[in-house]
Protein backbone atom coordinates (compact mmCIF):
# COMPACT_ATOMS: atom_id res chain seq x y z
CA UNK A 1 0.00 0.00 0.00
CA UNK A 2 1.29 3.12 -1.05
CA UNK A 3 2.28 5.63 2.34
CA UNK A 4 4.25 7.39 4.29
CA UNK A 5 5.38 8.48 7.64
CA UNK A 6 7.92 10.53 9.25
CA UNK A 7 8.01 8.31 12.35
CA UNK A 8 9.59 9.64 15.00
CA UNK A 9 12.68 9.83 14.29
CA UNK A 10 15.29 12.27 15.34
CA UNK A 11 17.56 14.05 13.31
CA UNK A 12 18.44 17.86 12.62
CA UNK A 13 16.21 18.03 9.73
CA UNK A 14 13.67 16.71 11.29
CA UNK A 15 10.96 18.32 9.29
CA UNK A 16 8.26 21.19 10.93
CA UNK A 17 5.55 23.58 9.42
CA UNK A 18 6.57 27.15 10.82
CA UNK A 19 3.56 29.13 9.72
CA UNK A 20 0.64 29.48 8.15
CA UNK A 21 -1.83 32.02 6.36
CA UNK A 22 -5.29 32.24 3.97
CA UNK A 23 -6.04 35.36 2.04
CA UNK A 24 -9.16 35.90 2.88
CA UNK A 25 -11.59 34.39 0.87
CA UNK A 26 -14.46 35.89 -0.77
CA UNK A 27 -17.68 35.32 -2.98
CA UNK A 28 -16.87 38.50 -5.06
CA UNK A 29 -13.31 39.34 -5.31
CA UNK A 30 -12.09 42.79 -6.07
CA UNK A 31 -10.79 43.98 -8.97
CA UNK A 32 -7.30 42.36 -9.40
CA UNK A 33 -7.27 40.04 -7.07
CA UNK A 34 -6.64 37.40 -9.37
CA UNK A 35 -4.80 33.78 -8.74
CA UNK A 36 -1.82 35.06 -8.79
CA UNK A 37 -2.67 38.52 -6.50
CA UNK A 38 -3.97 35.55 -4.28
CA UNK A 39 -1.56 33.19 -4.72
CA UNK A 40 1.24 36.05 -3.78
CA UNK A 41 -0.36 36.74 -0.56
CA UNK A 42 -0.76 33.91 0.81
CA UNK A 43 2.97 33.22 0.59
CA UNK A 44 3.60 36.28 2.15
CA UNK A 45 1.51 35.85 5.10
CA UNK A 46 2.89 32.44 5.98
CA UNK A 47 6.49 33.38 5.40
CA UNK A 48 5.67 36.99 8.16
CA UNK A 49 3.84 34.15 10.00
CA UNK A 50 6.65 31.84 10.47
CA UNK A 51 9.37 35.22 10.62
CA UNK A 52 10.93 34.31 7.70
CA UNK A 53 11.81 36.20 4.56
CA UNK A 54 11.22 35.47 1.06
CA UNK A 55 14.70 35.39 0.00
CA UNK A 56 15.20 32.11 2.56
CA UNK A 57 12.75 30.31 0.63
CA UNK A 58 14.60 27.63 -1.67
CA UNK A 59 11.35 25.16 -2.76
CA UNK A 60 7.86 25.38 -3.36
CA UNK A 61 4.79 23.94 -3.98
CA UNK A 62 1.39 24.59 -5.87
CA UNK A 63 -1.60 23.44 -6.32
CA UNK A 64 -3.68 26.12 -8.63
CA UNK A 65 -6.64 24.78 -11.40
CA UNK A 66 -6.35 28.54 -12.58
CA UNK A 67 -2.52 28.82 -12.62
CA UNK A 68 -1.99 27.40 -16.20
CA UNK A 69 -0.89 28.24 -18.59
CA UNK A 70 2.06 29.06 -15.45
CA UNK A 71 3.15 26.55 -13.42
CA UNK A 72 5.06 26.43 -10.30
CA UNK A 73 8.76 27.85 -12.07
CA UNK A 74 6.44 30.77 -13.37
CA UNK A 75 4.69 31.94 -10.17
CA UNK A 76 8.80 31.47 -8.08
CA UNK A 77 9.77 33.94 -11.28
CA UNK A 78 7.35 36.39 -10.47
CA UNK A 79 7.74 35.71 -6.73
CA UNK A 80 11.63 36.52 -7.79
CA UNK A 81 12.56 33.27 -5.98
CA UNK A 82 15.75 31.20 -6.70
CA UNK A 83 14.94 27.64 -5.84
CA UNK A 84 16.32 24.29 -5.53
CA UNK A 85 13.39 22.55 -5.13
CA UNK A 86 9.48 23.17 -7.27
CA UNK A 87 6.65 20.82 -7.01
CA UNK A 88 3.22 21.31 -8.74
CA UNK A 89 0.25 19.45 -7.73
CA UNK A 90 -2.67 19.22 -9.64
CA UNK A 91 -5.11 16.85 -7.06
CA UNK A 92 -7.16 19.19 -5.85
CA UNK A 93 -8.52 18.26 -2.05
CA UNK A 94 -5.85 15.81 -2.51
CA UNK A 95 -3.00 18.38 -2.73
CA UNK A 96 -2.10 20.15 0.38
CA UNK A 97 -1.74 16.77 2.27
CA UNK A 98 0.37 15.73 -1.06
CA UNK A 99 2.54 18.27 -1.29
CA UNK A 100 3.64 18.14 2.64
CA UNK A 101 4.34 14.70 2.24
CA UNK A 102 6.85 15.46 -0.64
CA UNK A 103 7.74 18.38 1.49
CA UNK A 104 8.48 16.57 3.90
CA UNK A 105 11.10 14.58 2.25
CA UNK A 106 12.48 17.29 0.34
CA UNK A 107 13.71 18.86 4.21
CA UNK A 108 14.61 15.73 6.07
CA UNK A 109 16.98 14.78 2.75
CA UNK A 110 17.86 18.15 2.70
CA UNK A 111 17.25 19.09 -0.66
CA UNK A 112 15.58 22.53 0.78
CA UNK A 113 15.88 24.21 3.80
CA UNK A 114 12.48 26.52 3.51
CA UNK A 115 9.59 25.23 1.38
CA UNK A 116 6.60 27.21 1.10
CA UNK A 117 3.62 25.19 -0.39
CA UNK A 118 0.30 27.54 -1.39
CA UNK A 119 -2.48 27.11 -2.92
CA UNK A 120 -5.65 29.11 -4.37
CA UNK A 121 -8.26 30.22 -7.28
CA UNK A 122 -9.72 32.81 -8.76
CA UNK A 123 -12.84 31.21 -11.07
CA UNK A 124 -15.01 33.11 -12.33
CA UNK A 125 -18.56 31.53 -13.82
CA UNK A 126 -16.98 30.38 -16.84
CA UNK A 127 -13.86 28.91 -15.55
CA UNK A 128 -15.42 27.07 -12.89
CA UNK A 129 -17.82 25.74 -15.06
CA UNK A 130 -15.43 24.61 -18.19
CA UNK A 131 -13.18 22.90 -15.41
CA UNK A 132 -16.16 20.75 -13.92
CA UNK A 133 -16.65 19.40 -17.44
CA UNK A 134 -13.21 19.05 -18.57
CA UNK A 135 -11.90 17.68 -15.01
CA UNK A 136 -10.15 14.92 -16.43
CA UNK A 137 -10.96 12.53 -19.91
CA UNK A 138 -13.07 10.82 -17.95
CA UNK A 139 -15.48 13.90 -17.22
CA UNK A 140 -15.29 15.09 -20.29
CA UNK A 141 -15.76 12.13 -22.19
CA UNK A 142 -18.46 10.60 -20.19
CA UNK A 143 -20.01 13.13 -17.67
CA UNK A 144 -20.35 16.00 -19.69
CA UNK A 145 -22.39 14.66 -22.48
CA UNK A 146 -24.73 13.56 -19.67
CA UNK A 147 -25.64 17.08 -18.75
CA UNK A 148 -23.18 17.03 -15.95
CA UNK A 149 -22.60 20.63 -14.63
CA UNK A 150 -20.02 19.64 -11.36
CA UNK A 151 -20.18 16.71 -8.61
CA UNK A 152 -23.26 17.25 -7.30
CA UNK A 153 -24.92 14.74 -8.83
CA UNK A 154 -23.10 11.77 -7.98
CA UNK A 155 -22.30 12.82 -4.41
CA UNK A 156 -26.52 13.10 -4.48
CA UNK A 157 -26.28 9.42 -5.66
CA UNK A 158 -23.73 8.66 -2.55
CA UNK A 159 -25.44 10.36 -0.22
CA UNK A 160 -28.49 8.09 -0.81
CA UNK A 161 -26.32 5.22 -0.42
CA UNK A 162 -25.21 6.12 2.97
CA UNK A 163 -28.65 7.65 4.00
CA UNK A 164 -30.21 3.88 2.93
CA UNK A 165 -27.38 1.96 4.22
CA UNK A 166 -27.25 3.62 8.35
CA UNK A 167 -31.11 4.57 7.85
CA UNK A 168 -30.29 7.68 8.30
CA UNK A 169 -32.15 10.77 7.47
CA UNK A 170 -31.56 13.64 5.27
CA UNK A 171 -31.42 15.93 8.56
CA UNK A 172 -29.44 13.66 10.42
CA UNK A 173 -26.65 14.90 7.75
CA UNK A 174 -27.22 18.67 8.73
CA UNK A 175 -25.38 18.39 12.00
CA UNK A 176 -22.35 18.93 9.99
CA UNK A 177 -23.02 22.28 8.17
CA UNK A 178 -25.23 23.71 11.27
CA UNK A 179 -21.97 22.35 13.35
CA UNK A 180 -19.40 23.99 11.08
CA UNK A 181 -21.85 26.87 10.75
CA UNK A 182 -21.94 27.26 14.72
CA UNK A 183 -17.53 27.13 14.55
CA UNK A 184 -17.76 29.44 11.78
CA UNK A 185 -19.66 32.45 14.20
CA UNK A 186 -16.14 32.20 15.66
CA UNK A 187 -13.82 32.98 12.21
CA UNK A 188 -13.57 36.25 10.60
CA UNK A 189 -12.45 34.53 7.41
CA UNK A 190 -15.36 32.48 6.91
CA UNK A 191 -17.78 34.14 4.12
CA UNK A 192 -20.74 32.56 5.75
CA UNK A 193 -20.89 32.94 9.76
CA UNK A 194 -24.77 33.68 10.35
CA UNK A 195 -26.22 30.78 12.60
CA UNK A 196 -28.06 28.15 11.14
CA UNK A 197 -30.36 25.54 12.48
CA UNK A 198 -31.23 21.97 11.09
CA UNK A 199 -34.68 23.66 10.32
CA UNK A 200 -33.53 26.54 7.89
CA UNK A 201 -30.81 23.81 6.65
CA UNK A 202 -33.86 21.89 5.46
CA UNK A 203 -35.27 24.66 4.09
CA UNK A 204 -32.97 25.19 1.56
CA UNK A 205 -33.53 24.87 -2.11
CA UNK A 206 -32.83 21.20 -3.31
CA UNK A 207 -29.74 20.71 -5.78
CA UNK A 208 -29.93 17.14 -6.19
CA UNK A 209 -32.13 14.97 -3.80
CA UNK A 210 -31.24 14.48 -1.25
CA UNK A 211 -28.86 17.27 -1.28
CA UNK A 212 -29.72 20.96 -0.17
CA UNK A 213 -27.74 24.27 -1.03
CA UNK A 214 -26.20 24.17 2.26
CA UNK A 215 -24.45 20.59 1.47
CA UNK A 216 -22.80 22.24 -1.31
CA UNK A 217 -19.64 23.82 -0.98
CA UNK A 218 -19.95 27.57 -2.45
CA UNK A 219 -17.15 28.50 -5.12
CA UNK A 220 -15.31 31.43 -3.00
CA UNK A 221 -11.82 32.82 -4.24
CA UNK A 222 -8.70 32.92 -2.03
CA UNK A 223 -5.69 31.09 -0.96
CA UNK A 224 -3.86 29.48 1.70
CA UNK A 225 -0.37 28.76 2.02
CA UNK A 226 1.67 27.16 4.56
CA UNK A 227 6.29 27.20 5.56
CA UNK A 228 7.42 23.59 5.25
CA UNK A 229 11.51 23.89 7.37
CA UNK A 230 13.36 22.22 10.12
CA UNK A 231 12.67 22.43 13.43
CA UNK A 232 14.03 24.62 15.66
CA UNK A 233 13.90 27.38 11.90
CA UNK A 234 11.05 30.11 13.34
CA UNK A 235 11.83 33.27 13.95
CA UNK A 236 8.59 33.89 15.01
CA UNK A 237 8.46 32.77 18.68
CA UNK A 238 5.18 30.82 18.20
CA UNK A 239 5.10 27.25 18.77
CA UNK A 240 6.18 24.87 15.57
CA UNK A 241 3.58 22.66 13.99
CA UNK A 242 5.45 18.46 13.77
CA UNK A 243 4.42 16.51 11.64
CA UNK A 244 3.81 12.64 13.45
CA UNK A 245 3.16 10.60 10.24
CA UNK A 246 1.34 10.51 7.17
CA UNK A 247 -0.52 7.69 5.00
CA UNK A 248 -1.98 8.23 1.72
CA UNK A 249 -3.87 5.53 -0.88
CA UNK A 250 -5.26 6.37 -4.48
CA UNK A 251 -7.65 4.60 -6.69
CA UNK A 252 -8.21 1.92 -3.65
CA UNK A 253 -11.48 0.80 -5.52
CA UNK A 254 -11.22 1.91 -8.86
CA UNK A 255 -14.33 4.13 -8.73
CA UNK A 256 -16.23 0.71 -8.80
CA UNK A 257 -17.19 0.76 -4.62
CA UNK A 258 -20.48 2.72 -3.37
CA UNK A 259 -18.23 5.73 -2.32
CA UNK A 260 -18.66 5.97 1.22
CA UNK A 261 -16.34 3.16 1.87
CA UNK A 262 -13.10 5.47 1.32
CA UNK A 263 -9.50 4.82 1.32
CA UNK A 264 -9.14 5.68 4.69
CA UNK A 265 -10.12 2.77 6.34
CA UNK A 266 -7.35 1.49 4.65
CA UNK A 267 -4.41 3.90 5.69
CA UNK A 268 -5.77 4.65 9.54
CA UNK A 269 -4.16 1.15 11.17
CA UNK A 270 -1.05 2.32 9.91
CA UNK A 271 -1.70 5.76 10.32
CA UNK A 272 -2.29 5.48 14.15
CA UNK A 273 0.87 2.77 14.41
CA UNK A 274 2.67 5.49 13.29
CA UNK A 275 1.62 7.98 14.54
CA UNK A 276 1.93 6.29 18.76
CA UNK A 277 -1.85 7.55 19.45
CA UNK A 278 -5.21 6.58 19.13
CA UNK A 279 -7.80 8.66 17.10
CA UNK A 280 -9.80 9.46 20.07
CA UNK A 281 -5.95 11.02 21.22
CA UNK A 282 -7.08 13.87 18.46
CA UNK A 283 -8.04 17.05 19.70
CA UNK A 284 -9.58 18.07 16.76
CA UNK A 285 -9.84 17.35 12.90
CA UNK A 286 -9.72 19.03 9.71
CA UNK A 287 -11.54 16.36 7.30
CA UNK A 288 -12.25 17.79 3.41
CA UNK A 289 -15.88 18.46 3.56
CA UNK A 290 -16.69 18.89 0.29
CA UNK A 291 -19.98 17.18 1.01
CA UNK A 292 -21.18 16.87 4.68
CA UNK A 293 -21.26 12.32 3.53
CA UNK A 294 -17.80 13.06 2.84
CA UNK A 295 -16.60 14.50 5.90
CA UNK A 296 -19.04 11.69 8.10
CA UNK A 297 -17.15 8.83 5.98
CA UNK A 298 -14.17 9.95 6.89
CA UNK A 299 -14.39 10.51 10.44
CA UNK A 300 -15.81 6.68 10.80
CA UNK A 301 -12.91 5.45 8.38
CA UNK A 302 -10.37 6.97 10.03
CA UNK A 303 -12.09 5.55 13.27
CA UNK A 304 -13.08 8.70 15.14
CA UNK A 305 -16.50 7.03 16.16
CA UNK A 306 -14.62 5.23 19.05
CA UNK A 307 -18.69 3.14 19.02
CA UNK A 308 -19.43 3.28 15.50
CA UNK A 309 -22.31 5.19 16.35
CA UNK A 310 -23.02 7.33 13.81
CA UNK A 311 -25.94 8.90 14.72
CA UNK A 312 -24.71 10.52 18.50
CA UNK A 313 -22.01 11.12 17.05
CA UNK A 314 -23.45 13.69 14.53
CA UNK A 315 -26.00 14.59 17.46
CA UNK A 316 -24.51 14.35 20.62
CA UNK A 317 -20.80 14.75 20.19
CA UNK A 318 -20.66 17.22 16.67
CA UNK A 319 -23.58 19.27 17.29
CA UNK A 320 -24.43 19.42 20.79
CA UNK A 321 -20.65 18.96 22.74
CA UNK A 322 -19.53 21.13 20.25
CA UNK A 323 -16.17 18.81 19.16
CA UNK A 324 -14.12 20.40 16.68
CA UNK A 325 -14.45 19.65 13.70
CA UNK A 326 -13.28 21.62 11.04
CA UNK A 327 -12.99 25.05 13.30
CA UNK A 328 -13.07 27.13 10.08
CA UNK A 329 -16.21 26.54 9.20
CA UNK A 330 -14.96 24.05 6.84
CA UNK A 331 -15.44 24.74 3.20
CA UNK A 332 -19.14 24.17 3.88
CA UNK A 333 -18.57 28.05 5.67
CA UNK A 334 -15.53 29.46 4.17
CA UNK A 335 -16.64 28.24 0.71
CA UNK A 336 -13.78 26.29 -1.68
CA UNK A 337 -11.40 28.45 -3.23
CA UNK A 338 -10.66 25.84 -5.94
CA UNK A 339 -7.26 23.87 -4.94
CA UNK A 340 -7.18 25.63 -2.19
CA UNK A 341 -9.71 23.76 -0.33
CA UNK A 342 -7.09 20.81 0.14
CA UNK A 343 -4.72 23.19 1.90
CA UNK A 344 -7.46 25.10 3.83
CA UNK A 345 -7.63 22.34 6.78
CA UNK A 346 -4.12 22.22 7.07
CA UNK A 347 -3.71 25.74 7.21
CA UNK A 348 -6.97 26.05 10.45
CA UNK A 349 -5.01 23.21 12.30
CA UNK A 350 -1.81 24.98 12.43
CA UNK A 351 -3.55 28.43 14.00
CA UNK A 352 -5.09 25.84 16.49
CA UNK A 353 -2.08 23.86 17.50
CA UNK A 354 0.08 27.42 17.46
CA UNK A 355 -2.75 28.99 19.83
CA UNK A 356 -4.07 31.38 16.80
CA UNK A 357 -7.34 30.42 16.15
CA UNK A 358 -9.19 34.09 17.34
CA UNK A 359 -12.75 33.49 18.25
CA UNK A 360 -12.37 29.80 18.09
CA UNK A 361 -9.84 28.30 19.74
CA UNK A 362 -9.67 25.19 21.51
CA UNK A 363 -7.28 23.37 23.48
CA UNK A 364 -5.34 21.68 20.53
CA UNK A 365 -1.89 20.00 20.50
CA UNK A 366 -2.60 17.09 18.47
CA UNK A 367 -4.65 17.35 15.01
CA UNK A 368 -5.89 15.34 11.96
CA UNK A 369 -6.05 16.67 8.42
CA UNK A 370 -7.57 14.58 6.00
CA UNK A 371 -7.50 15.45 1.99
CA UNK A 372 -9.84 13.87 -0.37
CA UNK A 373 -10.07 14.32 -3.86
CA UNK A 374 -10.12 14.53 -7.89
CA UNK A 375 -13.98 12.98 -8.62
CA UNK A 376 -12.62 10.96 -11.26
CA UNK A 377 -15.76 9.51 -11.94
CA UNK A 378 -18.07 8.85 -9.58
CA UNK A 379 -16.42 9.63 -6.31
CA UNK A 380 -13.31 11.07 -4.93
CA UNK A 381 -9.83 8.76 -5.90
CA UNK A 382 -6.96 10.10 -3.54
CA UNK A 383 -7.16 9.80 -0.04
CA UNK A 384 -4.43 11.50 2.39
CA UNK A 385 -4.20 12.00 5.84
CA UNK A 386 -1.29 13.80 8.51
CA UNK A 387 -1.45 14.29 12.07
CA UNK A 388 -0.10 17.33 13.37
CA UNK A 389 1.45 18.22 16.99
CA UNK A 390 2.44 21.34 18.92
CA UNK A 391 6.28 21.75 19.47
CA UNK A 392 7.40 23.44 22.92
CA UNK B 1 -9.86 -3.36 -30.68
CA UNK B 2 -7.10 -5.81 -29.56
CA UNK B 3 -4.92 -3.29 -28.07
CA UNK B 4 -6.93 -0.35 -28.29
CA UNK B 5 -8.09 0.73 -25.31
CA UNK B 6 -9.28 4.22 -26.28
CA UNK B 7 -12.90 5.13 -27.52
CA UNK B 8 -13.02 1.71 -29.32
CA UNK B 9 -14.91 0.35 -26.35
CA UNK B 10 -17.82 2.82 -27.96
CA UNK B 11 -19.19 0.32 -30.45
CA UNK B 12 -22.45 -0.01 -31.25
CA UNK B 13 -24.89 -3.17 -32.95
CA UNK B 14 -27.40 -0.65 -34.26
CA UNK B 15 -25.79 2.28 -35.76
CA UNK B 16 -27.95 4.58 -37.74
CA UNK B 17 -27.83 7.99 -38.70
CA UNK B 18 -28.97 10.21 -35.68
CA UNK B 19 -29.71 6.61 -33.86
CA UNK B 20 -28.46 5.29 -30.73
CA UNK B 21 -26.23 2.30 -30.34
CA UNK B 22 -26.18 -0.68 -27.81
CA UNK B 23 -23.54 0.08 -24.92
CA UNK B 24 -20.57 -2.33 -26.02
CA UNK B 25 -17.42 -2.15 -23.50
CA UNK B 26 -14.01 -3.56 -23.04
CA UNK B 27 -13.09 -6.58 -21.88
CA UNK B 28 -9.95 -7.71 -20.67
CA UNK B 29 -8.62 -10.78 -22.75
CA UNK B 30 -6.67 -11.74 -19.53
CA UNK B 31 -9.02 -12.53 -17.16
CA UNK B 32 -12.31 -11.43 -18.74
CA UNK B 33 -13.20 -8.29 -16.30
CA UNK B 34 -15.09 -6.11 -18.11
CA UNK B 35 -14.69 -2.24 -17.64
CA UNK B 36 -16.32 1.14 -18.01
CA UNK B 37 -15.39 4.01 -18.85
CA UNK B 38 -11.88 1.88 -21.02
CA UNK B 39 -8.96 2.09 -19.23
CA UNK B 40 -5.16 1.65 -20.63
CA UNK B 41 -4.68 -1.85 -18.36
CA UNK B 42 -6.61 -3.70 -17.20
CA UNK B 43 -7.17 -2.79 -13.38
CA UNK B 44 -7.48 -6.41 -11.85
CA UNK B 45 -4.59 -8.47 -13.82
CA UNK B 46 -3.04 -5.64 -15.63
CA UNK B 47 -3.36 -7.28 -18.81
CA UNK B 48 -3.19 -4.62 -21.63
CA UNK B 49 -5.12 -6.67 -24.26
CA UNK B 50 -8.59 -6.09 -24.70
CA UNK B 51 -11.91 -7.51 -26.09
CA UNK B 52 -15.21 -6.09 -26.39
CA UNK B 53 -18.32 -7.31 -24.97
CA UNK B 54 -22.38 -6.21 -24.83
CA UNK B 55 -23.13 -4.35 -22.19
CA UNK B 56 -26.36 -3.19 -22.88
CA UNK B 57 -28.72 -4.61 -20.03
CA UNK B 58 -28.39 -3.01 -16.21
CA UNK B 59 -30.28 -2.44 -13.30
CA UNK B 60 -30.82 1.18 -11.76
CA UNK B 61 -29.70 1.72 -8.71
CA UNK B 62 -29.82 5.11 -7.81
CA UNK B 63 -31.27 8.21 -9.26
CA UNK B 64 -31.44 11.77 -9.12
CA UNK B 65 -32.45 14.87 -11.02
CA UNK B 66 -30.50 17.94 -11.48
CA UNK B 67 -32.73 20.54 -10.08
CA UNK B 68 -30.88 23.34 -12.48
CA UNK B 69 -31.71 21.63 -15.72
CA UNK B 70 -33.96 18.92 -14.97
CA UNK B 71 -31.38 16.23 -16.17
CA UNK B 72 -32.00 12.96 -14.44
CA UNK B 73 -28.61 11.27 -13.72
CA UNK B 74 -28.63 7.67 -12.49
CA UNK B 75 -25.95 4.66 -11.36
CA UNK B 76 -26.83 1.52 -13.50
CA UNK B 77 -25.10 -1.95 -12.26
CA UNK B 78 -24.59 -3.39 -15.63
CA UNK B 79 -25.35 -6.70 -15.90
CA UNK B 80 -21.38 -7.34 -17.41
CA UNK B 81 -20.20 -6.05 -13.85
CA UNK B 82 -19.01 -2.59 -14.10
CA UNK B 83 -21.49 0.67 -12.34
CA UNK B 84 -21.80 3.55 -14.56
CA UNK B 85 -22.91 6.98 -14.53
CA UNK B 86 -26.02 7.19 -16.79
CA UNK B 87 -28.92 9.55 -17.90
CA UNK B 88 -32.33 8.48 -17.33
CA UNK B 89 -35.20 8.68 -19.25
CA UNK B 90 -37.86 7.73 -17.01
CA UNK B 91 -36.75 4.32 -15.09
CA UNK B 92 -37.19 4.44 -11.95
CA UNK B 93 -34.37 3.00 -9.34
CA UNK B 94 -34.75 -0.79 -9.00
CA UNK B 95 -35.71 -1.22 -12.47
CA UNK B 96 -33.93 -3.24 -15.37
CA UNK B 97 -32.39 -0.68 -17.96
CA UNK B 98 -31.43 -1.19 -21.31
CA UNK B 99 -28.08 1.05 -22.52
CA UNK B 100 -27.38 3.19 -25.44
CA UNK B 101 -25.09 5.52 -26.34
CA UNK B 102 -26.62 8.68 -27.76
CA UNK B 103 -24.26 11.33 -29.09
CA UNK B 104 -21.49 10.21 -26.57
CA UNK B 105 -24.36 10.72 -23.48
CA UNK B 106 -24.80 6.80 -22.03
CA UNK B 107 -28.54 6.37 -21.76
CA UNK B 108 -30.78 4.56 -19.01
CA UNK B 109 -34.27 3.37 -20.50
CA UNK B 110 -36.69 0.99 -18.52
CA UNK B 111 -36.93 -1.91 -20.53
CA UNK B 112 -39.86 -3.56 -21.87
CA UNK B 113 -41.36 -6.74 -20.80
CA UNK B 114 -40.45 -8.31 -23.71
CA UNK B 115 -36.47 -7.50 -22.99
CA UNK B 116 -36.52 -8.93 -19.57
CA UNK B 117 -35.48 -12.30 -18.82
CA UNK B 118 -37.96 -14.87 -17.71
CA UNK B 119 -37.19 -14.35 -14.01
CA UNK B 120 -37.49 -11.08 -13.46
Given at each position: MPSGQTGMSTGSREAAILGAHEAPYTRHPAPGRDTLALLREAVLGALADAG??????DGLGVASFSLPPDHTIDLAWRLGLKLRWVMEDP????SGVNLLQHAIRAIEAGDAETIVLCAGDNLDRDAFSSLVRNYNRATAEH?????????NAVFAMLTQRYLAAHGLQPADLGCIPVAQRAWAAG?????YREPLTIEEYMQAPLVAAPLRRLDCVPVVAGADAIVVS???????GAPEVGIRATAAVHNHDQQQ???????FSEIAPQLWAAVG???????AAFLYDDYPVMALAQAVDLGLLADGDVQRWLH???????????????QLSCGQAGAAGGTHGLVEAVRQLRGA?????????LALVSGYG????????CHNAVVLERLG | MSGEPGRSGVAGTSAEPGGSLDLRIPECEGCGLAVWP??????????DRWGEREAAHGTLEEACEL????VTFGTVRLDAGPVVVVRCEGAQPGDGVHLTLEDGALTARRRSGSELPDNS
Open positions: LDVGEVHGGGLAPLGFEGPNPGAVARGRSRAGDGWHTGARPEDVDATLLEARWPLNTSGGAEGRQVDCSMVLYRHGA | PRLLCPRCHCESSG
